[in-house]
């Protein structure tokens, strides 16, 4: 498939007209999307990803029930959709591992060779492979996140019955768009850091009780407009001490990860001439 | 066992990494002081030192396949394996005192220490820096403080125990493993 069209992507010439572009687009992406579900820590990611909000439920069942018996939640339509917050770390690790896969050495012989050269070789235009990279990502991370929040969101339905509210299908959708977002804000970090051990502890110990993010809240309010925890408030009505509106959560954490992700290609091409 | 030790000392002291990583331990660790985390500045310290753990581990297995140069000079793989262990104590075991100490709680460094020596044996177990943060710092920041609070009825092992047990199961992969 790729040598088929190499050549295409090679010339660039082709540019021009409609039909070579759009046949231009779908083969970096499905070459791109290959390379992911060959790497065993993006599986990883897939699985924990799919397994770590569902068992949630199951595990913390008898905690949520009491807590909600108790008054503890403010809002109990909250209770349901709190797992999916967790399960997003396979998200996360999806978005490291599409750039820092190409990062490590082709051969144990040659330390020097990178996967990336010989990506470059194949699709040489820098903006191209990135944004192939970042659709093959979102379309996996939203596929996940998708089956995910509706396997979770029934199971916390079928374990604590008339406790919680249904879920409606939007706070579902907001949930899928937040676990791209996040997808998209691992992969923009991993470019400006170029490491993946920078970006999964950055983003790992924000999203656990020891966040900074959280700490910084309590510093000044303004800190929960992070692009890391202002997501959040697009499907739980109640985060912290701050009430952030759900599309105004929505819109600064898009145009954080979308500012980070022009840096980060921007420092890329720089690096990568 | 001296000569092996001290050559992995060396290696450990001469790491670029594990200096930056040293450095931005100490660094957050007095920034986020003053912020007054509810369980101290020390859990922040204990993130640092993980990843420390697990570079010091994992960068035998990065590009270039260093470990084949450290197991010819040194063939007895249960040998290499203490003398890593006994270096990386020695070599980032002040990291994690300093730390400590930033952190207003000196008793602490024993606790860094175990994290230190389980972050290097989890990526001597799995042998990729990227897959072994993931792994730690997921067992440390998410797995755990849920099991505590959503399961208390779980008996979690005592953390020496828990840590020499990963310790002996390193050892024994590292020493049967091909390279």
Same mark, same amino acid.
């Given at each position: 498939?790729?040598? &088929?069209?190499?050549?295409?992507?090679?010339?660039?010439?082709?540019?021009?007209?409609? %039909?070579?572009?759009?046949?231009?687009?779908?083969?970096?992406?499905?070459?791109? +999307? @290959?390379?992911?579900? #060959?790497?065993?820590?993006?599986?990883?990611?897939?699985?924990?990803?799919?397994?770590?909000?569902?068992?949630?439920?199951?595990?913390?069942?008898?905690?949520?029930?009491?807590?909600?018996?108790?008054?503890?939640?403010?809002?109990?339509?909250?209770?349901?959709?709190?797992?999916?917050?967790?399960? +997003?770390?396979?998200?996360?690790?999806?978005?490291?591992?599409?750039?820092? #896969?190409?990062?490590?050495?082709? %051969?144990?012989?040659?330390?020097?060779?990178?996967?990336?050269?010989?990506?470059?070789?194949?699709?040489?235009? @820098?903006?191209?492979?990135?944004?192939?990279? %970042?659709?093959?990502?979102?379309?996996?991370?939203?596929?996940? %996140?998708?089956?995910?929040?509706?396997?979770?969101?029934?199971?916390?339905?079928?374990?604590? &019955?008339?406790?919680?509210?249904?879920?409606?299908?939007?706070?579902?959708?907001?949930?899928?768009?937040?676990?791209? +977002?996040?997808?998209? +804000?691992?992969?923009?970090?991993?470019?400006?850091? @170029?490491?993946?051990?920078?970006?999964?502890?950055?983003?790992?110990?924000?999203?656990?009780?020891?966040?900074?993010?959280?700490?910084?809240?309590?510093?000044?309010?303004?800190?929960?407009?992070?692009?890391?925890?202002?997501?959040?408030?697009?499907?739980?009505?109640?985060?912290?001490?701050?009430?952030?509106?759900?599309?105004?959560? &929505?819109?600064?954490?898009?145009?954080?990860?979308?500012?980070?992700?022009?840096?980060?290609?921007?420092?890329?091409?720089? @690096?990568?001439? | 066992?001296?000569?092996?030790?001290?050559? *992995?000392?060396?290696?450990?002291?001469?790491?670029?990494? =594990?200096?930056?990583?040293?450095?931005?331990?100490?660094?957050?660790?007095?920034?986020?002081?003053?912020?007054?985390?509810?369980?101290? $500045?020390?859990?922040?310290?204990?993130?640092?030192?993980?990843?420390?753990?697990?570079?010091?581990?994992?960068?035998?297995?990065?590009?270039?396949?260093?470990?084949?140069?450290?197991?010819?000079?040194?063939?007895?793989?249960?040998?290499?394996?203490?003398?890593?262990? /006994?270096?990386?104590?020695?070599?980032?075991?002040?990291?994690?005192? !300093?730390?400590?100490?930033?952190?207003? *709680?000196?008793?602490?460094?024993?606790?860094?220490?175990?994290?230190?020596? =389980?972050?290097?044996? !989890?990526?001597?177990?799995?042998?990729?820096?990227?897959?072994?943060? $993931?792994?730690?710092?997921?067992?440390?920041?998410?797995?755990?403080?849920? /099991?505590?609070?959503?399961?208390? *009825?779980?008996?979690?092992?005592?953390?020496? !125990?828990?840590? $020499?047990?990963? $310790?002996?199961?390193?050892? !024994?992969?590292?020493?049967?493993?091909?390279?």
């Amino acid at each position: 498939m790729v040598n &088929g069209h190499g050549a295409a992507g090679r010339g660039g010439a082709v540019q021009g007209r409609g %039909g070579a572009v759009r046949g231009s687009w779908g083969w970096p992406v499905r070459a791109e +999307l @290959r390379k992911l579900l #060959s790497l065993p820590t993006a599986w990883v990611g897939l699985v924990l990803g799919l397994v770590a909000a569902p068992l949630l439920v199951f595990v913390s069942a008898g905690g949520t029930r009491k807590a909600i018996e108790e008054g503890f939640h403010a809002d109990p339509s909250d209770a349901a959709f709190q797992p999916l917050g967790i399960g +997003l770390l396979g998200a996360l690790i999806l978005g490291v591992v599409v750039l820092s #896969s190409e990062y490590t050495s082709t %051969g144990e012989d040659a330390p020097g060779a990178r996967q990336l050269q010989a990506t470059l070789a194949a699709m040489p235009r @820098r903006g191209r492979l990135l944004v192939a990279k %970042g659709v093959a990502l979102s379309l996996l991370v939203a596929a996940q %996140g998708a089956i995910t929040s509706v396997v979770t969101l029934t199971l916390s339905r079928m374990v604590l &019955g008339d406790l919680v509210p249904a879920a409606s299908p939007g706070r579902a959708a907001a949930v899928v768009l937040y676990w791209v +977002l996040l997808g998209l +804000l691992a992969y923009a970090l991993t470019l400006i850091f @170029r490491s993946g051990v920078v970006t999964l502890t950055v983003l790992i110990v924000n999203s656990s009780v020891v966040s900074v993010s959280y700490l910084l809240t309590k510093v000044t309010p303004l800190a929960a407009y992070l692009p890391d925890i202002v997501g959040a408030h697009m499907f739980l009505h109640q985060v912290g001490d701050v009430h952030i509106a759900p599309v105004t959560a &929505g819109v600064v954490m898009t145009a954080w990860v979308a500012a980070l992700l022009i840096l980060g290609g921007w420092m890329f091409r720089r @690096r990568e001439p | 066992m001296i000569t092996a030790t001290r050559a *992995e000392v060396i290696k450990l002291a001469t790491l670029p990494s =594990l200096k930056v990583t040293a450095a931005l331990t100490w660094a957050v660790t007095i920034l986020l002081r003053p912020a007054g985390p509810e369980r101290g $500045a020390v859990p922040y310290a204990q993130i640092g030192v993980l990843v420390l753990g697990v570079l010091a581990a994992g960068h035998e297995y990065q590009g270039g396949g260093q470990i084949r140069a450290a197991l010819l000079a040194v063939p007895r793989r249960p040998l290499l394996a203490v003398a890593k262990a /006994v270096a990386l104590l020695a070599a980032a075991g002040p990291v994690a005192l !300093v730390a400590a100490l930033l952190a207003g *709680e000196p008793g602490a460094t024993g606790g860094l220490l175990l994290d230190l020596l =389980l972050a290097a044996s !989890v990526a001597t177990i799995m042998r990729n820096p990227v897959g072994a943060t $993931a792994a730690v710092l997921t067992a440390y920041e998410i797995v755990l403080p849920l /099991v505590r609070a959503r399961l208390p *009825e779980v008996a979690l092992p005592p953390a020496p !125990v828990a840590v $020499a047990a990963v $310790a002996v199961i390193a050892t !024994v992969i590292f020493s049967r493993q091909t390279v």
